[in-house]
């Protein structure tokens, strides 16, 4: 990898920037990352083909290399990726010491310290300094890369100025935030707000809520604090329990994509609450409010237990087995005694085949005929139609699509599972079409999927043991071929009658499994952006995958669509959390206070107690109104004025966007920010507090221009 002779690249209004007095020291040091990134690449590169050659080999050790593998690519991306701008700045200690941070830790060949990764506790006062706490430091420096280059740093001093230092009028934070957007959320982890990084550094057990309105910065620290989790709490790593991160939308989840590879976290699992089940995907609104609303409540999702129960009865009767043998008698207490060999919370699917074992070892006692083997037995039981009949009715295998079709197609059985419901309610919760999925169905498939399980586990397993059972009929007859004719002297193919080489021979690759799913879970830890939004039915979850209750919480309650008049206290009470701390982010860093003043009467009007952040920063450029004939005006003028930067138009599905210009609506705008926002008959956008919350956030999404166009 080539490396400048120079790291710094000032644009020549900062030429005193370039002065060697301020800038030598850095220059020496840039050169020792270069030389020791050189190395350390070369070096893991050759880890890694020596890794890809080794030999597969099986189990254990088949893993270790693929992990090794990964490990080692991981690393070489980042290294790779980032270059010299792996550095963030450098703090200076009140004693006169001098430390570089980066995005990962980064040492020579003599061992010395070159970066310090930010995650470390020893990283810490570059985020959190502050002249009320200088914890520590006589001064920090931030720089700004530019294709691998420093294109600006700033300084920020914490006491006396030390000589060599080049201090600006703004800090290097505030200076980034009138920078312009992209189509991917910029890096941002050099200048991360001391309040942010307190978050993010916060440890894991329990729920930790990040309360805060817009532009305080709430996605930067659920991002950010995943990051800083993996590396800093080993019950959390991707080989361990891993993290889940789930947002509220694809177009976030492609807008921030790119932050946790970049901070060298490639493993985190990410999806919106859709992706949780199959269904999600071609899964509509629900058209009535009322109907959603009665989906929406944990009771709803717990009736998921009993209708899974329905099906779980044993037979009362005995029943009498028939085998070429004898005739042997199943009573209801041996049924009984089948139905509970299942350990609690099994997957009914699952059960089902423990039940049959159960069965066919109880059958088996009952045997007393010696002259006839076990294996011959539980082959005949295996091909007694009767006997699965039987047990199909008893606890027959179920889909969880069929479970939930049912609640919506037969009321007796809605009620028999959800007694606590209306007649009134029965009849609205019934459709035509019982499998027209829609999102407010989505907890209820996925409570249902947890609960039974794979339904096609048992018929993967036979199909499974058949292909084990052929491969090693087909490798019993080829060791019976070898050994006749084996003419050594030491009769050497007789060992592979030991049944160890025999499983050995046998390829489990080709054995038919299913692919993972890798959402599945459990997970050592959730973190959840936009929180507001969710219902208890969709906690539910998120709590099934998270059974440790340790959870990243971010979320505005002024945002929430249809209302968050409780506490965050209250809800995740409700939903099952016990453990809960309050974290509230306070400042408005990326919305001008132009906008905020505009936007701040908007939400107040449905929501007088809002948490409406306090903006620090101005653009200098005013709201203005127009009528909607003046959109593509507004929009080609600001492509024509600015080269780069990025744009969205709120509220006009006809308006088709570009690279550079989103056209979306203000529930997909959540989560985002653009440079220009130009919002398209907001008052359009509904009444009450949904009209309210929607015109709120699609204002709050600018970042330097808001225009509003109406008539």
Known sequence: MPFPLTAFHLPERLAAKADPALVERDEEHFAAIAASLEATIAELTGRLDAARRAPGGHGTAALERDQEVHRLTARLRTLRRFGLDLCLGRMVGEDGSVVYVGRLGLTDADGRRLLLDWRSPAAEPFFGATLANPMGLASRRRYRWTGGRVSDYWDEAFGDVEPGAALDDESAFIASLGANRSARMRDVLGTIAADQDTIIRAGSQGALVVDGGPGTGKTVVALHRTAYLLYSDPRLGHRRGGVLFVGPHEPYLDYVSDVLPSLGEEGVQTCTLRDLVPEGAAAVPEADPRVARLKSSAAMVAAIEPAVRFSERPPTAGTLVETPWADLWLSAEDWAEAFDAPEAGTPHNEARDEIWEALLAIVLDKNEDDEVTADQLRRSLEANRELREILDRAWPLLEPTDLVADLWSVPAYLRLCAPWLEPDEVHALQRADAQAWTVADLPLLDAARQRLGDPEASRRARRQAAAVAAQQAQMADVVDHLIETDDSEMHLMSMLRGADLQHALVDQAAVPTADP??????????????AQELTDAEWQMLLARCPSRSLTIVGDRAQARHGFTE????????????RITLAPLSVNY????????EAEPVIRAA????????SIRSSGIPVTHGPVAELHAVVDGWLAEHGDGVACVIGDPAFVGTDRVRSLTPT??????FDLVVLVEPDAFGEGIEGAVDRYVAMTRATQRLVMLAG
């Open 517 to 530: 799913d890798l959402l599945a879970g459990p997970f050592a830890h959730v973190v959840v952006d936009e």
């Open 567 to 578: 506490s965050w206290q209250a809800r995740l009470e409700r939903v099952g959390l016990d």
């Open 590 to 597: 990326r919305t001008p206070s132009e906008v905020m003043a």
């Open 607 to 614: 929501l007088p107690d809002a948490n409406v952040p306090l």
């Open 668 to 673: 997909l705008a959540k989560g985002l920010e």
